[in-house]
């Protein structure tokens, strides 16, 4: 069966000149970057090589680049850096972020939250955006961190971070944002953000699971979650991951040369004709998060009286791949968070798939999809109770 992958957004192959980047290391390169004899000083060269490269696609100084194993431990170091909740001085803290926010955001808040870190959490408006004067209103004289994410996971909204960002440094905070989903779908400049915290994951960008990075503005000082070695400068003890951490650079590279030639462009086209086919070809569909801005590989798509479970497994039956929400809460029974917060039903909610493409996606996918899908959501909704009773009014 011809297998067609639209869950980019769960995680992506790592590609083929990041696999023969990282191969060498696992066998041949294979030093400690901490050792001083040559094998260790060519494991340094490359960890340095690599930090260089995803500094360039931030367009950030090397130092400022601390590796991690992925966007939850980004996040983490982050909020529990940020905030130092062992210490006294945090009890009282204030945290702003979003009900949007992906789980690695929403439940490190919460425990801080248990630790005596005051939070509060935005709610966007119906297309998915926080809106600035939203932040404004809730910023308080203790407000020490923003956290407010780049681009939705589950939507692809894209917030407007410059201008989130410059009212929490009127009102003294430091301002981190979730780019795991924008990393190599956006240009992203850190400085002219004007974030002080910046996380990323390499599975979402072609590098392999369990690699990451946190981009710390320079002068700033983390409290670090792992106490060890003095690796990535005292910031985040134990050996690095020297295979993932060449493969994330060279993805970082390749990302830069995506970016560079318009090439999102050419996605986000295939991105609009699937939704406009779908729109077309099935009734009582919508657009999740319709205009706003997104990036150009997501969509969210509302299929009235079904099912996304039912939904996803039909497809995936048919060799189609995609999610009804975030991949960290597969299995979950509970309707989208996300779309809650947007103020969305929770019947809308369950009845919404998300189809995230991958660079390697091709037009013959497309054409594929927009055949099976019609054929599959009609069969589904003759099954359905719902449907019937809403064909029957």
């Known amino acids: 069966m011809r297998r067609i992958y639209l869950d980019a957004n769960a995680t992506t192959q790592v590609l083929p000149e990041v696999l023969e980047a990282m ?41 400022e680049v601390v590796f991690t194993s992925g966007g939850t431990e980004s996040d983490n170091l982050a909020l529990f850096g940020a905030l130092q909740p062992a210490s006294e001085i945090a009890r009282g803290d204030h945290l702003i972020s979003s009900a949007v926010e992906h789980h690695a955001i929403l439940n490190a808040a919460e425990e801080l939250e248990r630790r005596g870190v005051e939070l509060t959490v935005l709610r966007p408006d119906r297309a998915g955006i926080i809106s600035p004067e939203s ?112 493969g994330l650079g060279r993805a970082a590279e390749l990302a830069q040369e995506y970016l560079q030639t318009g090439r999102p462009r050419k996605l986000a086209q295939l991105r609009d004709r699937l939704e406009t086919g779908i729109l077309a070809g099935v009734p009582q569909t919508e657009i999740n998060g319709e205009g706003a801005d997104r990036v150009a590989n997501t969509t969210n798509l509302h299929f009235a009286h079904l099912e996304a479970e039912a939904l996803v497994i039909a497809l995936d039956l048919k060799g189609i791949a995609v999610s009804g929400g975030s991949a960290c809460q597969s299995g979950a029974t509970d309707p989208s968070h996300v779309l809650l917060a947007m103020g969305l039903s929770p019947e809308r909610s369950r009845a919404s798939i998300r189809f995230s493409l991958s660079r390697t996606t091709t ?23 719902a449907w019937k009773s809403a064909v029957a009014v």
């Open 363 to 385: 037009d013959d996918e497309i054409d594929a999809v927009l055949t099976t899908i019609p054929e599959v959501v009609s069969r589904l909704r003759t099954l359905s109770p």
């Open 135 to 246: 932040l404004r209103s809730a910023m308080r004289q203790n407000t020490r961190l923003v956290s407010i994410m780049l681009a939705n996971n589950e939507t692809g909204v894209i917030q407007p971070i410059k201008e989130l960002a410059a009212i929490a440094h009127e009102g003294g905070a430091l301002f981190h944002t979730d780019a795991v989903q924008a990393a190599g779908k956006l240009e992203i400049n850190a400085k002219d953000l004007g974030v002080d915290l910046l996380s990323i994951s390499g599975h979402k960008m072609y590098a392999p699971q369990g690699t990451g990075a946190l981009y710390v503005r320079r002068g700033l000082h983390l409290r670090p979650l792992l106490y060890g070695g003095s690796h990535e400068r005292q910031r985040r003890a134990g050996t690095e991951n020297l295979p993932g951490i060449v």
């Open 23 to 63: 191969l060498p290391f696992y066998t041949q390169r294979f030093g400690n970057a901490s050792s001083i004899h040559q094998p260790g000083q060519q494991a340094r060269a490359a960890v340095e090589h690599a930090r260089a490269s995803v500094a360039a696609l931030l367009h950030c100084r090397p130092a």
